[in-house]
């Protein structure tokens, strides 16, 4: 998991990127290709 400044292109590397905030931190997952998960705060 990568941890990042900003998110906008953590998004953008795949079609099946979701946002989700979980516990005050903003995360990517991807169920299709889990190694594209970043993770922001």
Do not use: E, F, H, W
């Not at 989700?20 to 290709?33: A, E, L, P, Q």
Request: hydrophobic content about 25%; proline content about 2%; overall charge positive.
């Amino acid at each position: 998991m990568k941890i990042r400044n900003s998110l906008r292109t953590a998004k953008k590397r795949d079609k099946n990127c979701r946002v989700i905030r979980r516990r005050g931190r903003t995360y990517v997952i991807n169920k299709k290709n889990p190694r594209l998960k970043a993770r922001q705060g």
